[in-house]
């Protein structure tokens, strides 16, 4: 297991260095900044200047280089926007994600392990009927639509909730509850799949034969196999939205690493969009470590291996 | 001393008259027919039939765990201590499951819970039923793996089904059966999956187990070898319906119904044929084995030679690990040896080009043992026995294919107008026939059969040796017969050799080997071996 994770580890971190040499390239492809920065009409001298000072006039290679020598001193350049180191900026945001991340998720994967169970116990029967239903429109259902849907009725017309910011529980409640959909729709139905072949498999007629009682034959014997490939798939919606809750925080206005990238993209501000797509990157490496930890602790046939 | 006498005359278990259909969407069918029998202290109960004769729906409803629907009780009671226990709710019911009556199942590496440790499994017994604390629990659940001798069992409680070897696993499941000394153990097939010498001490197990508590045994079987050595009164069932009752050795000696009969006639080991002497001054070997030798991790397969001459059956017999199968992978050219020549009519396979390969591959076919995971199931009858031609393009042309098919079809016994029909149509025995016939389709001299009659019921089984030996005589094939149940290959072999841990152990005719075994580990294997004859005689 050791051995895996640290070879695992290893191809991430080369993964990771492909990523950001891309990155670097990729975002000098769209442009001077020095054209969103200044004024339409500033004169020749004044953008290059501009240019001079912050090294866009310098050879891409040359830039690469000095790019390189600023990282190996923990530097990962400073905003033009902003005027601050991009990586303070970065650290700042990717809080808020993840706090974000981390309720919507637990929520979801919650739900989905109690509904998908409940519905996998009598397959076709009413509450299975319903919950596929439900879960087949939550899936399918359109986020930037639904959040703004949800701010109509729920600040608009009721006025119970704020429509943006961030703040105490009340503003929370519709950037998580818009979160939830999506996963929630699709691991109900994961969890209904795998759970109808856990309690169909044989160790729980033997479980049954010992006496033990139906609770128990569903949380304990049946769910601890039946969640394996649920966590294959909390995994994947958990970095998807680490990755950035992009219309939510729009739509909201939460600060967060979504919002941020899109922000600085749009300002060609390329210090920043490096350094946030660097931590990104990083926060997926380490969902995905968690889970082959989890892995390895739900089944011991893998933690063997 | 009367109470004493009472008490051990009246019945644990009394099934009476029960009836289970299944409903489908093809209609509902009765699995289980009007079924009648009674267990007593200290008894065994063998219930006998054949795949769908009912005999694990009876034990599901003992149990309490058939699935319903699609399952139905139509009728009938079971009584356990004078109490219908298909009367009871729910919970009531769950508290006399694992506590009075407890079931052994077959298929070990399935029915324990893979991601809890053994120890845990039966401890949790303890818990459901006494509400044990945790670490009571686990003490008394290392005290049952002593009981069913897991060596270091503190140490091996902490670990989990697949750490355990077949028997072992066995020995597991056991041990959590025992857990509330119930009245009654039902065994459903419990040493089908397993080596001969390895069923022989799960059965001394069982029988000890039953003495020592005086408890009530059923146990289930397709195997009547298994039923002689342990049982004392037996039931067989056919279609859901019991067709033979009685003391065990009375049936053996002088069965009443033709069922009976003809699954007793069905038992291999019996056929006294003259076996074919093949003189080696006649015949040049086909196939020449010589010192070949495979390392994985560990050795498979260990400085093994042997001839195979023509129109011979060559038995290979031993238990799993043996390295019976790494050699038909060698001959098949699945793997190379890392030692050792294979010479085909004199010239080395390992040398062959690809052309050479080819026609060698042609001339050697393969039956494997699970009929229902060796055929693909998205193909139909024709298409999977025509697929050969297809590799081999030249071997007969594409108009020819449909005639051929059905000859083939004929030759091992089925219609032509199967070739539609896809593999889930067919019985295993049917299966097994169509997997014959594929073997066939390119005119081979040599056919492997790897364990190719172990998944059938033993009616089947007769039934595909007889073809198997008629194909030799028709086609003149040689056959490898590979197979861990002795007395198959005493019916169908002219030689045998016998292997172990990757060794040739003794090799000769096989009417010598089986009779007059010279090695100990011969011996030892033909004396694991069940038999109805040690009973009778």
Request: charged letters at 20%.
């Amino acid at each position: 297991m050791k051995q895996y994770l640290s070879k695992r580890i290893f191809s991430s971190i080369l993964a990771i260095t492909g990523l950001f040499v891309m990155v670097f390239f990729l975002a000098r492809l769209t442009g001077d900044p020095g054209h969103l920065y200044l004024p339409i009409d500033a004169p020749l001298e004044v953008r290059k200047e501009f240019s001079e000072k912050h090294g866009f006039n310098d050879p891409i290679y040359l830039q690469f280089g000095k790019f390189l020598g600023d990282l190996t001193d923990g530097n990962l350049g400073y905003s033009l926007r902003k005027e601050r180191p991009a990586i303070d900026i970065v650290l700042e945001a990717i809080p808020v994600t993840l706090s974000l991340a981390a309720v919507a998720m637990s929520i979801a994967l919650l739900g989905a392990i109690i509904i998908g169970s409940l519905a996998a116990y009598s397959p076709n029967g009413i509450f299975d009927r319903i919950s596929r239903v439900v879960s087949l429109t939550a899936a399918s259902a359109p986020d930037f639509w639904v959040a703004i849907t949800a701010i109509l009725i729920f600040s608009v017309s009721l006025g119970w909730l704020p429509t943006s910011g961030i703040g105490g529980v009340p503003y929370w409640i519709m950037p998580i509850g818009i979160l939830v959909i999506r996963p929630l729709g699709l691991l109900v139905q994961v969890v209904r799949g795998s759970m109808i072949t856990a309690l169909s498999s044989d160790f729980v007629k033997t479980a049954r034969a010992k006496g033990v009682k139906e609770n128990i034959v569903i949380f304990k014997h049946a769910l601890r196999n039946g969640l394996l490939p649920v966590i294959t798939v909390a995994g994947d919606q958990a970095a998807a939205i680490a990755n950035g809750a992009v219309i939510v925080e729009t739509i909201f206005g939460w600060p967060g690493i979504g919002k941020l990238m899109i922000d600085s993209i749009m300002q060609r501000d390329f210090a920043v969009v490096q350094a946030s797509i660097l931590v990104t990157a990083i926060v997926i490496l380490f969902i995905n470590i968690i889970i082959d930890i989890a892995y390895a602790v739900l089944d011991p046939r893998i933690r063997h291996k | 001393m009367v109470t004493k006498v009472s008490d051990a005359n009246k019945s644990l278990l009394k099934v009476n008259n029960l009836s289970v259909s299944f409903d489908t969407a093809e209609g509902s069918f009765d699995a289980v027919r009007a079924v009648n029998f009674d267990l007593k202290k200290g008894e065994t109960l063998a219930i006998i039939g054949e795949s769908g004769s009912g005999k694990s729906v009876t034990a599901s409803v003992i149990m309490g765990i058939l699935t319903c629907p699609p399952g139905r009780i139509k009728s009938g009671e079971v009584l356990l201590n004078d109490l219908d226990i298909l009367k009871l709710s729910d919970s009531d019911r769950r508290k006399l499951m694992g506590s009075k009556v407890a079931i052994i199942f077959q298929d070990t590496l399935s029915h324990l819970n893979p991601v809890f440790s053994v120890g845990s499994q039966i401890a949790e017994c303890f818990e459901v039923h006494k509400n044990l604390s945790k670490k009571e629990s686990w003490n008394r659940a290392v005290k049952l793996l002593e009981r069913v001798s897991i060596p270091n069992p503190s140490k091996r409680a902490k670990d989990f089904p697949h750490q355990f070897s077949g028997g072992q696993r066995q020995r597991v499941m056991i041990a959590m059966a025992l857990a509330l000394e119930p009245d009654i153990i039902i065994a459903d097939e419990p040493t089908t999956a397993l080596d001969v010498t390895i069923q022989a001490k799960i059965l001394e197990l069982l029988g000890e187990l039953r003495d020592e508590r005086n408890m009530g045994l059923i146990l289930i079987t397709h195997d009547l070898a298994v039923a002689a050595e342990i049982s004392d009164k037996l039931i067989v069932l056919n279609e859901g319906k019991i067709v033979e009752k009685g003391i065990t050795r009375d049936v053996f000696i002088n069965p009443n119904h033709t069922y009976t009969k003809q699954l007793m006639d069905s038992i291999p080991g019996k056929i006294t044929k003259n076996k074919k002497k093949t003189s080696k001054k006649i015949f040049k070997p086909i196939l020449q084995i010589k010192n070949i030798s495979k390392f994985y991790d560990t050795i498979a397969c260990d400085d093994v030679s042997f001839n195979l001459y023509p129109n011979e059956v060559l038995g290979i017999v031993g238990e799993s690990g043996s390295g019976k199968t790494t050699v038909s992978n060698l001959i098949l050219r699945l793997s190379s040896p890392s030692n050792g020549k294979i010479l085909y009519h004199g010239k080395n396979i390992l040398n062959f080009n690809k052309k050479d390969l080819l026609n060698f591959r042609r001339k050697v076919q393969v039956v494997f043992q699970d009929p229902y995971a060796s055929l693909n199931p998205t193909m139909n009858i024709y298409e999977i026995i025509s697929e050969p031609w297809v590799i081999h393009s030249d071997f007969l042309d594409k108009k020819l294919y449909k005639s051929k098919v059905s000859d083939l079809l004929i030759s091992v016994g089925l219609h032509p107008d199967d070739a539609i029909k896809f593999p889930h149509q067919f019985s295993g025995g049917q299966r097994q026939r169509i997997a014959i016939a594929r073997a066939l389709a390119l005119n081979p001299e040599i056919i492997i059969c790897d364990e190719a009659v172990s998944a059938l019921d033993v009616s089947i089984q007769a039934q595909i040796i007889k073809l198997l030996l008629n194909l030799r005589n028709k086609f003149s094939l040689s056959y490898i017969f590979i197979a861990h149940d002795l007395p198959v290959v005493k019916d169908l072999a002219d030689r045998v050799i016998v292997m172990k841990s990757g060794k040739i152990i003794e090799q000769g005719l096989v009417n010598d080997v089986f009779n007059s075994p010279k090695e100990k580990y011969t011996k030892d294997l033909l004396k694991a071996s069940p038999s109805i004859e040690n009973l009778i005689n």
